[in-house]
T-cell receptor, first 115, second 109 residues
């Protein structure tokens, strides 16, 4: 079955440590996205990638970094520079950058808690 | 920039009809999407409106009025499994979506 996988589902880290969240898709989608969701809030865009080896900052990129070396993979690193990293992180993909404004497919999310 | 307003919570009775409104302000506009998210789960796409009017998909319908910068999601024959958060999202001149804060729908027996 095609889909998006994120691992792990729950992640705990100590303050000051970098942590990398995994996102893999086998939908053959060109575009991929990372969102952050806080309790009672909508989704805020961190980074997005329209094609391999290219990515752009979203609305809240500070303290985060990404890479897109393969079409299937778009890992997100939460660095120690991120002031308040505890949140629910969602990865998404769309067929291409045009359809990304319409329909995006989401992974199950990773809940990161920084202690 | 973009901003979206939708009610934070709505409660409705099983079998009834409920409407969730969304108003938006954008510097450009291509379309309005709706997503459903159950607690702890991933958002799933429900509908997309680029043109004025009503789009129907089973028990769910979505409406858009571009001149009023307004849309709504209509859920008919409510079921307990419809209890979830519903997000409107706009595509405004880029390849990104900007999401509202979501409406938590509680369906009661």
């Amino acid at each position: 079955d095609g889909g998006i996988t994120q691992s792990p589902k729950y992640l705990f880290r100590k303050e000051g440590q970098n942590v990398t969240l995994s996102c893999e898709q086998n939908l053959n989608h060109d575009a991929m996205y990372w969102y952050r969701q806080d309790p009672g809030q909508g989704l805020r865009l961190i980074y997005y990638s329209q094609i391999v080896n290219d990515f752009q900052k979203g609305d809240i990129a500070e303290g985060y970094s990404v890479s897109r070396e393969k079409k299937e993979s778009f890992p997100l690193t939460v660095t120690s520079a991120q002031k308040n990293p505890t949140a629910f992180y969602l990865c998404a993909s769309s067929i291409d950058r045009t359809s990304g404004g319409n329909e995006q497919f989401f992974g199950p999310g990773t809940r990161l808690t920084v202690l | 920039g973009q901003s979206l307003e939708q009610p934070s919570e709505v409660t409705a009775v099983e079998g009834a009809i409920v409407q969730i409104n969304c108003t938006y302000q954008t510097s450009g506009f291509y379309g309005l999407s709706w997503y459903q998210q159950h607690d702890g789960g991933a958002p799933t796409f429900l509908s997309y409106n680029a043109l004025d009017g009503l789009e129907e998909t089973g028990r769910f319908s979505s409406f858009l009025s571009r001149s009023d910068s307004y849309g709504y999601l209509l859920l008919q024959e409510l079921q307990m499994k419809d209890s979830a958060s519903y997000f409107c999202a706009v595509r405004a001149g880029s390849y990104q979506l900007t999401f509202g804060k979501g409406t938590k729908l509680s369906v009661i027996p």
